[in-house]
């Protein structure tokens, strides 16, 4: 790896650190790329070469998570609860970003991205259905997650995949789903 890369990928860690650590104090909403810099130690030049605003460093950053968990849960041959388990070890692994994203000094945009992305991962398991199913789980599923961080992680990732996938039976039985 060369000397660059390194610089780059140290400069992204920087800058996510700083934004989240930001959001815990400020809020999203108050959140400036000149505060997000000065915290990181990092030129603003360095931070407009890599992105156009604080919302693209946020969509980046949530970009790469959700690679992550793509990559951790995938469709594989695992039962859905061990992909359910999994996906909530990865959010007990980032539980800082996600808290501040997602709670309520967080952004609404970003909450509504994550909606979005898990309907998008969701949709596919209800062929032959509208939206709504897929909708409802993931805002479901959000709502779980912010719930479980908010509250300072009560339960491991299996005790919070199975209560909320008891939830989710509910949700697909109710709405025809299979």
Same mark, same amino acid.
């Given at each position: 790896?060369?000397?660059?890369?390194?610089?780059?990928?140290?400069?992204?860690?920087?800058?996510?650190?700083?934004?989240?650590?930001?959001?815990?104090?400020?809020?999203?909403?108050?959140?400036?790329?000149?505060?997000?810099?000065?915290?990181?130690?990092?030129?603003?030049?360095?931070?407009?070469?890599?992105?156009?605003?604080?919302?693209?460093?946020?969509?980046?950053?949530?970009?790469?998570?959700?690679?992550?968990?793509?990559?951790?849960?995938?469709?594989?041959?695992?039962?859905?609860?061990?992909?359910?388990? $999994?996906?909530?070890?990865?959010?007990?692994?980032?539980?800082?970003?996600?808290?501040?994203?997602?709670?309520?000094?967080?952004? $609404?945009?970003?909450? $509504?991205?994550?909606?979005?992305?898990?309907?998008?991962?969701?949709?596919?398991?209800?062929?032959?259905?509208?939206?709504?199913?897929?909708?409802?789980?993931?805002?479901?599923?959000?709502?779980?997650?912010?719930?479980?961080?908010?509250?300072?992680?009560?339960?491991?990732?299996?005790?919070?995949?199975?209560?909320? $996938?008891?939830?989710?039976?509910?949700?697909?039985?109710?709405?025809?789903?299979?």
């Amino acid at each position: 790896m060369s000397q660059s890369d390194l610089r780059v990928r140290r400069t992204r860690r920087l800058l996510r650190e700083a934004l989240v650590d930001l959001i815990e104090e400020r809020g999203f909403d108050k959140v400036t790329v000149g505060a997000i810099t000065e915290r990181a130690m990092v030129s603003r030049a360095a931070f407009y070469r890599g992105y156009r605003d604080k919302y693209q460093l946020v969509e980046q950053v949530f970009d790469e998570a959700m690679a992550e968990v793509r990559g951790t849960i995938g469709d594989d041959e695992r039962p859905t609860m061990a992909r359910w388990v $999994a996906f909530f070890e990865h959010i007990d692994a980032y539980h800082r970003l996600y808290g501040a994203l997602l709670g309520r000094r967080g952004s $609404a945009w970003f909450a $509504a991205r994550m909606r979005s992305s898990l309907a998008e991962m969701v949709a596919p398991h209800f062929p032959g259905q509208d939206d709504l199913l897929p909708a409802v789980l993931s805002g479901m599923f959000a709502e779980t997650i912010t719930w479980w961080l908010d509250h300072d992680r009560p339960g491991t990732p299996q005790e919070i995949a199975e209560r909320s $996938a008891g939830l989710a039976y509910a949700l697909i039985t109710a709405g025809g789903g299979r």
